[in-house]
Every structure is written in structure tokens, then in C-alpha cells.
């Protein structure tokens, strides 16, 4: 079967994104639709002496509803410079952070002006880190439109996939019946995080991937080799 993924990209994003890539055939980067405010297009967590902190890529806003691939960092603020701070601060005495912080440093100092661009950008290295090598088309150049069930059928056919693998949330919107008439198996993806090491004090999980792979994830793994739920397993 060839199995489709489609997702909007974000910041830093968590281990179950990585995870859904490298189970697909095509992995197509949902960048075309509406930026939600609050969502995880430009944001991320990791695990501080005190609890989850954010990292925050700041954006302008002009008032209008605008397309992930239309948002604009707002970089007024030194926010390369606090991130990279952050991240050397609460992971660079970890198992493996020293392989990876130098060049996810680099990429945030790059100087960004679109935020998916940078999303795209980080996605990237840090996929390759995984050994994953799906392909990643951008639905924004595809010029696939409809409604959501509609659209996300017209990609299935367009990328020929007999399977489409989604999200849990996507549970509450997904016209399964349409898809099976139309003779496309859905799947749901049903990640378990893996408990990991970690600094300060007891696991906390859904973080962003860059803290598994700096606690647990040994530089030349491929994520095919080792599924990151069978991390701490015997």
C-alpha cells in the first residue's frame, strides 16, 4: 500500500510528528492553511528546573487571517539568540546534546523571515538526524484545493495512495466512510511517547523531538531501526 501523511508543519515539533513521517510514503506539509494563533506553528516546549518552558518564535500580525506560508516572523525581537540560549542551557549536559545543538544553533542564527520557511528548515535537519527519508511535498505547490475531507481525498488520489495515515485529532472532522468508498483504508496514528532520561526531576512527555533525541537518541540511529516507542524497552 502507499500511505499518505498530511500535516501542518510547526516549530521544534514533538516525536509523534516525526514518527507519523517516517511511517509514510509521501509526507505532505499542510502549509497553505489558515496560521492558528495559539497553535504549535510557532512554538514548542522543553523541560526546565521548574517545569515545561516555551520557546516562542514571535510573528507580526496585521489583523488579517493569514496562511501559514504568508506569516512573517516579527524579528524586532532577539529571539534567535534567547532560543539558542535556552536550548544550550536545558540540554547541552545531556547524553547527546553536544552532536546535535551546534547545528540547530547555526540554523536558528541564520536570519528568517517566513516562519514556515524556518519550520520547514528545522523540520529538515532534524529528520535527517532520524534517517528519515520520505519524501515532503508542499501542499502550497501542489494547487490542490476543496474542502478538508475533499482536499485531503484529492492529495490521496493525486499522490496515489490506497492509505492515509492521520492524526488522532483528526478523528472529529474526518469523513472516514468517503474515504473508504473512494477505496482508501484510513489509519490513526496511535503513538505511545517513550519514557526517557531526563534532567530535572521526574519524565514529562509531548515535548519538542530536539529533547528525546538530545537525552536519547545516539547520533547515526535511523528512526526505522529504532521506534521511538521502543525507546527504554528490554
Known amino acids: ?22 511511517r509514510a510514503d509521501v509526507f505532505v506539509h499542510y502549509d497553505d492553511v489558515q496560521f492558528d494563533k495559539n497553535g504549535w506553528r510557532n512554538r514548542n516546549r522543553l523541560k526546565g528546573p521548574q517545569g515545561p518552558v516555551w ?3 514571535p ?15 516579527d524579528n524586532s ?3 534567535p539568540r534567547r532560543h539558542v540560549a535556552t536550548l544550550n542551557q536545558l ?9 546535535y545543538l551546534p547545528e540547530l544553533s547555526a540554523l536558528l542564527l541564520q ?28 501542499a502550497s505547490a501542489l494547487g490542490i484545493g476543496g474542502d478538508r475531507n475533499d482536499r485531503l481525498l484529492a492529495l490521496c488520489r493525486h499522490f496515489g495512495a490506497n492509505r492515509y495515515l492521520s492524526g488522532a485529532a483528526a478523528r472529529d472532522y474526518l469523513d472516514v466512510p468517503r474515504f473508504a468508498a473512494a477505496g482508501i483504508a484510513v489509519e490513526f496514528q496511535d503513538f505511545v511517547h517513550p519514557v526517557h532520561p531526563q534532567r ?15 537525552n536519547a537518541w545516539p547520533p547515526g540511529w535511523r528512526l526505522a531501526d529504532h521506534p521511538f516507542a521502543t525507546l527504554g524497552q528490554p
Not at 4 to 15: D, I, K
Open 91 to 99: 540540554l547541552a549536559r545531556t547524553a547527546y546534546g553536544d552532536a
Open 111 to 138: 536570519g528568517w523571515n517566513r516562519l514556515v520557511d524556518l519550520d520547514l528548515a528545522v523540520i529538515d535537519l532534524i529528520a535527517g538526524w532520524l534517517g528519515i527519508t520520505t519524501p515532503t511535498p508542499r
Open 59 to 73: 510573528v507580526r500580525h496585521d489583523g488579517l487571517v493569514r496562511r501559514i506560508d504568508e506569516i512573517r516572523i
Open 55 to 57: 520557546l516562542t518564535v
Open 1 to 22: 500500500m502507499t500511505t499518505l501523511a498530511v500535516l501542518q508543519p510547526g516549530y521544534l515539533p514533538w516525536a509523534g510528528y516525526f514518527d507519523q513521517m517516517m
Open 77 to 79: 525581537q532577539p529571539w
Open 200 to 214: 530535572f526531576g521526574p519524565f514529562v512527555s509531548h515535548l519538542a523531538a530536539i529533547d528525546l533525541i538530545a
